[in-house]
């Protein structure tokens, strides 16, 4: 009983935070216009570098994706070769698995190791195979998760690598496992913004990289 109200209470959570981002989704969508009329008003400098910021955060945030889905990729494969040189069964499936729980940050690739491990061990009968297999796994996803992406993520985007950790780690302190898919594309945006004006240049400059920052 404890456990079917745990679940339930973090469905509750999980549904009602849903409705209250597609709420702010609604309420934006119909301000678009009002948006746009607004911006048009502003002199041609300061619109022109609002609109600026927008398409770079735009196409950044596209790049972004585009970079989550190749890591995501590069990790099912090296899952699916680890299961392969371990002789573990259903290899391809379980890099389909780390694929698709790449995009959930921490709990998906959590559960992207648990899973093989949990059947290596009924596979194997052994406790040691099955620790190495989960090492193992544990490892590659760790060097792919915390250190190639957040490089080439900071180096693709102009962030700093490390400010792109930080960035997940704050979110996901505020705001849970939603906040972890929403804190480098809020990172993103913001020093997109900052870029376009002179008195808060300084910080993307701060926290990015100058050279990417100018040729955006």
Same mark, same amino acid.
């Given at each position: ?41 502003? @002199? ?20 972004? *994706? ?17 299961? $392969? ?14 694929? @698709? ?11 992207? @190791? ?24 544990? $490892? ?15 180096? $693709? ?14 979110? @996901?302190? *505020? ?15 913001? *020093? ?7 008195? $808060? ?16």
């Amino acid at each position: 009983m404890r456990a079917l109200q745990g679940i339930s209470a973090r469905l509750n959570t999980m549904v009602s935070f849903w409705l209250v981002v597609l709420l702010y989704v609604i309420l934006g969508l119909l301000e678009v216009s009002d948006l746009g009329a607004r911006i048009r008003r502003l @002199t041609d400098d300061d619109a022109a570098r609002i609109i600026s910021g927008f398409e770079l955060a735009a196409s950044r945030i596209r790049r972004y *994706l585009l970079i989550r889905t190749i890591m995501s990729a590069a990790t099912g494969i090296a899952v699916w070769a680890l299961a $392969t040189a371990f002789g573990l069964r259903f290899a391809a499936e379980w890099g389909i698995v780390a694929f @698709t729980l790449n995009y959930i940050p921490f709990i998906g690739p959590a559960f992207a @190791t648990i899973l093989p491990t949990c059947y290596a061990l009924a596979q194997f009968q052994s406790p040691q195979s099955a620790l190495i297999v989960f090492a193992c796994l544990s $490892t590659a996803q760790f060097i792919i998760g915390s250190y190639i992406e957040p490089r080439v993520a900071g180096n $693709t985007l102009g962030i700093s690598p490390s400010l792109v950790l930080f960035s997940v780690f704050l979110w @996901t302190f *505020l705001w849970g496992i939603f906040g972890a898919f929403i804190g480098v594309p809020i990172t993103i945006a913001v *020093l997109s913004f900052c870029a376009q004006f002179a008195s $808060t240049r300084w910080l993307a400059e701060l926290l990015g990289k100058e050279t990417i920052m100018d040729g955006a």
